[in-house]
């Protein structure tokens, strides 16, 4: 199984400044297409995950462009420009390269 | 607009099958792949298994011994069975749909845009 890592586990931020999340795969997520198979999804409080990024930089429908993915290979980012309120949760990558498909252990994302 | 509803006991008892149905509403299980992912009190996502109206299945090797899941376009359902459950079951259970779509040079993505609620299953006697 491909072991996905991610850091900080908790991270207490200022609303309005940056903020960034890591996500280290055992291995390389780059599919023979070019595309990196990896996903970006925030938990909010009592709610279900929801999808932010997707092949590691598209942003999915409908969500804020404050929020960007990048990285390629076996590391990848993602970043808050100007944090909100509202962006508090747990935030999890995902790898759907290879079966099972394997998430990071999550971010903790509270307001200062 | 897609919406999916887990559905079944919220109590199992030790060493029985665990049963769980998602009904889709706003489109059909004929078009997509479908997973369900669990996620235990104050703990992480874990995915079990997928399936498609083809029949392609996958499971998750740590589970794949005790799941089961299966589709009902008639009724335009997915259902999981997991059976000899134990306490670590304890989760809640989520059924979600993968995207299925196109990007750039003709291939596909296959995230998951869409979950429901979920559903909480305790495992006791």
């Known amino acids: 199984d491909i072991v996905m890592t991610q850091s900080p586990l908790y991270l207490p931020v200022t609303p309005g400044e940056p903020a960034s999340i890591s996500c280290r795969s055992s291995?390389?997520?780059?599919?023979?297409?070019?595309?990196?198979?990896l996903e970006w999804y925030l938990q909010k409080p009592g709610q279900s995950p929801q999808l932010l990024i997707y092949?590691?930089?598209d942003r999915a429908s409908g969500v804020p462009d404050r929020f960007s993915g990048s990285g390629s290979g076996t590391d990848f980012t993602l970043k808050i420009s100007r944090v909100e309120a509202e962006d508090v949760g747990v935030y999890y990558c995902?790898?759907?390269?290879?079966?099972?498909?394997?998430f990071g252990q999550g971010t903790k994302v509270e307001i200062k | 607009q897609v919406q999916l509803q887990e559905s079944g006991p919220g109590l199992v008892k030790p060493s029985e099958t665990l049963s769980l149905t998602c009904t889709v509403s706003?489109?059909?299980?004929?078009?997509?792949?479908w997973s369900w992912i669990r996620q235990p009190p104050k703990k992480g996502l874990e995915w079990i298994a997928y399936?498609?109206?083809?029949?392609?299945?996958n499971y998750s090797p740590s589970l794949k011994s005790r799941v089961t899941i299966s589709l009902d376009a008639s009724k335009n359902q997915f259902s999981l069975k997991l059976s000899s459950v134990t306490a670590a079951d304890t989760a809640v259970y989520y059924c979600?749909?993968?995207?299925?779509?196109?990007?750039?040079?003709?291939?596909?993505?296959?995230?998951?845009?869409?979950w429901g609620q979920g559903t909480l299953v305790t495992v006791s006697s």
């Open positions: 979600a749909r993968h995207s299925g779509r196109g990007v750039g040079g003709g291939y596909t993505a296959y995230d998951l845009d869409y």
């Open positions: 706003g489109g059909s299980v004929t078009n997509n792949y």
């Open positions: 399936v498609h109206y083809s029949a392609e299945n």
């Open positions: 291995q390389s997520l780059l599919n023979s297409n070019g595309y990196h198979y």
């Open positions: 092949l590691a930089s």
């Open positions: 995902m790898q759907a390269l290879q079966s099972p498909r394997t």
